[in-house]
């Protein structure tokens, strides 16, 4: 599996414990070119994480949810590549008041919010791109399993049902074009957005006794190559996908029964 000569666009770093951080590492050691986006507040976090990769990149500007940023970052792709070949969107946000248990009283608005930032965005981030891809492009997002119902991850698991959906409206229309389109659904890793969700040490607890392969929150390596994988031309049959990288987590109802009973 090679990167070579891919021009790839990574949203979503913020550190260097950020998943996206390790996509972009993985990318460049298969001999990818990549850019980072980022905005606002965050940026100077995201330039500095930028330049602890193998080889130091650029960072655009890019709140998701800003008309302007995405025409932006289209025209200044157009000008640096001409062209892009993949994408990595790692982007998700809920308000406080939409998860922690607040399923039942999360205003309108916070619902709203998380879906827009986390599933629409991933429309919006195709579409800004699409004119600039062809054949063999593939566009990646990351997702937490959508199919049940969490605790504490309440309006942000509505989202990530939302962003499957969306993924598999992207690879119909785009898939005409050439453009693959797929999620990889993560097991929960230690990054300061989950970390900073109240009870994830919970859920981490509950993959680990669970996970028929166990599962290790501090190591965002298999997602990071999964992604790798995704966006490299050995993918090239697959869209629409949903590929699971949680130690096997999604395939079983209960954790395992004591040796002997
Ligand atoms: N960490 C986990 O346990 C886990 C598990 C499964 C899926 N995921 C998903 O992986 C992705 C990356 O999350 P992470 O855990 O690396 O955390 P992270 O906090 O490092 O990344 C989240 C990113 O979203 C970006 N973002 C938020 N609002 C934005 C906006 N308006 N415009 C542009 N960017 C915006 C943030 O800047 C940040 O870089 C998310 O989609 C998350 O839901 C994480």
Redesign the pocket.
Known sequence: MSLEGKRLVI?????K?????HAAECAQRQGASVVL???GR?RRM?ERAAQRLPEPVDVLE?????EE?LAALTEELRGRWGGVDGAL?????APEDALGGRFLTAPAQSATAAFQ??AF?LKALAAALEPLMGPGASIV????DATVAWPIYDW?GVA?AA?ESVSRYLARDLGPRGIRVNL???????????RGIPG?EQL?ALWQAQAPLGWD?DD?AP?AETICFLLSDAARAISGEILHVDGGFHAVGAPPAPAGS
């Open positions: 949203t979503g770093v913020i550190t414990d950020s998943i996206a951080f986006t980022s905005f965050v995201t890019l709140d998701v949810n800003r940023d969107h790692a982007i998700a946000y930032t986390s965005s997002g990351l997702d937490f942000m990530k962003l990889v659904s993560a097991g929960p890793l230690g990054t300061v957005a989950a994830f981490a929150i965002p997602v």
